[in-house]
């Protein structure tokens, strides 16, 4: 199987421009998913495929994605996106398996 | 409105298994896959493993080959996931997550939809 690592935390100043990163093999073959996990709370859906937001989602998540690397960009963070994010992917390995990103915890001070 | 409601919380001895169900609604529940997560105490997502309801078809991660077992019930619209032979380690939140890909969009599988989560606690 593959593994995706994250940068264990990054801080951004409220209003300001945070870029998440995920790199891992598989990437350069799928697109990564995004999550965003508040504590005590289940995980959700903020960016998948190429850059598709589900419905609800604010603007100001947003993804993209080079070679081996995903990203998730939060441009003017708010308060209430202080949280955990995982990438997801699928393995190059084959077999429908997934892997999730090691996690990158997000403070807005 | 799509909803995947979990079984309650569980405690075990080592050794035993476990069986979460997820009972999937506002959906056609054989056009869509589930998939497992589990999380234990502050620590990260692992994604243990995936079903197609439809065909019954599975795929798990090698840590788990062995040891879970994904099974459905079409009727009753219902997944569940098996942990056998439980150790301390396993004590986690399981989560059940709808998994979906879609042609439109190459190369993109994602989770739309996730259950509440189910804690599993290992203890003698």
């Known amino acids: 199987s593959s593994e995706l690592t994250q940068d264990p935390a990054v801080s951004v100043a409220l209003g300001q421009t945070v870029r998440i990163t995920c790199q891992g093999d598989s990437l350069r073959s799928y697109y990564a998913s995004w999550y965003q996990q508040k504590p005590g709370q289940a995980p959700v859906l903020v960016i998948y495929g190429k850059n598709n937001r589900p419905s609800g989602i604010p603007d100001r998540f947003s993804g993209s994605s080079s070679g081996n690397t995903a990203s998730l960009t939060i441009t003017g963070a708010q308060a209430e996106d202080e949280a955990d994010y995982y990438c997801?992917?699928?393995?190059?390995?084959?077999?429908?398996?997934?892997?999730f990103g090691t996690g990158t915890k997000v403070t807005v001070l | 409105q799509v909803q995947l409601v979990q079984s309650g919380a569980e405690v075990k001895k080592p050794g035993a298994s476990v069986k979460v169900s997820c009972k999937a609604s506002g959906y056609t529940f054989t056009s869509y896959d589930i998939n497992w997560v589990r999380q234990a105490t502050g620590q990260g997502l692992e994604w243990m493993g995936w079903m197609n309801p439809n065909s019954g078809n599975t795929g798990y991660a090698q840590k788990f080959q062995g040891r879970v077992t994904m099974t459905r019930n079409t009727s009753i619209s219902t997944a569940y996931m098996e942990l056998s032979s439980l150790r301390s380690e396993d004590t986690a939140v399981y989560y059940c997550?709808?998994?979906?890909?879609?042609?439109?969009?190459?190369?993109?599988?994602?989770?739309?939809?996730w259950g509440q989560g189910t804690l599993v606690t290992v203890s003698s």
């Open positions: 997550a709808r998994g979906r890909w879609e042609p439109s969009l190459p190369r993109t599988y994602y989770f739309d939809y």
């Open positions: 997801n992917s699928r393995d190059s390995s084959g077999n429908h398996l997934k892997v």
